[in-house]
């Protein structure tokens, strides 16, 4: 099943609705307002699967009115160094524990939205990353255990500014500009997606990124558990499982967005974003 979360108009802000995609269709989940707040009710792929609400034909769906899937997760982890590429690029050892840092929900926008180039930063890079949406509270789950908490899967580009990230030895900074971070178009099930499908990333027609998914160190599984004993996961709270190689900031000479850049961010099987760089 694929849930993904619609507005009313072509322009954040505006009201949402929570859909689910039939084919060439998106049918509305009445009396949910997005993704999230339907993964927090109990049975909710139940009430996914029978809704019969309105219906849009995706072709006439306008793509600024696809919204983050889920606009305002709870808490976004989001893990560094987790695929032996991207290690390898930037001159590090493969991790023993994940490597775990936050962004903050104001970052998000829709997969075909802008990316908020600020002017203070002049190194913002790409890292097209797989996304875990839960789909039930985890506190102290087993890696066994951890697959009944996952709702799905979706496609992210953690967008960073490297001047800021590495300011200090905290990236945190870097990472969570407002209005920086596709996430979407939609939400894959777990029964319908699992780890392996190739990722992408196409900078003004280049491929720079392109990996398995099944390249990670830490898996969905092992990162919610480990999560989950730090911190209860709950529904609708977001992990971001990391980048492949291929980023601009290891490239010699070092390669960077600019003001007009598109962003494409793409995951076989979990959808594609498209995304103007625009300075502000």
Sequence with gaps: ??????????????????????GDAAVEIDGFTD???????EGWRDTAAAASGASHALADIEPQRWAPVVPKPGKIVCVGLNYGTHITEM???????????????????GPFDDVEMPAISN??????????????PARRVTEGEATAHIAGYAVLNDVTMRDYQYR?????????????????PYLVTTDEWQLGPDMRCIVDGDTVQDTTTADLVFTP???VSYISDIVTLNAGDVIATGTTGGVGHARKPARYLK?????????DGLGAQRNLAKSV
């Design 91 to 109: 001159g590090r050892e493969l991790p023993v524990h994940p490597t775990l840092f936050a962004k903050f929900p104001e970052a998000l926008i």
């Design 35 to 41: 993704v999230g707040a339907l993964l927090a009710t």
């Design 1 to 22: 099943m694929k849930l993904a979360t619609l507005r009313a108009e072509a322009r954040p802000g505006s009201s949402t609705v929570a859909v689910r995609i039939d």
């Design 123 to 136: 190194e913002v890079d790409w890292e097209a990353e797989l996304a875990v949406i839960i789909g039930a």
């Design 259 to 267: 003001d007009g850049s598109i962003l494409e961010t793409e995951i």
């Design 221 to 223: 599984e092992k990162l």
């Design 168 to 184: 200090t030895l905290q990236w945190l900074q870097g990472k969570t500009f407002e209005n920086t971070t596709p996430f979407g």
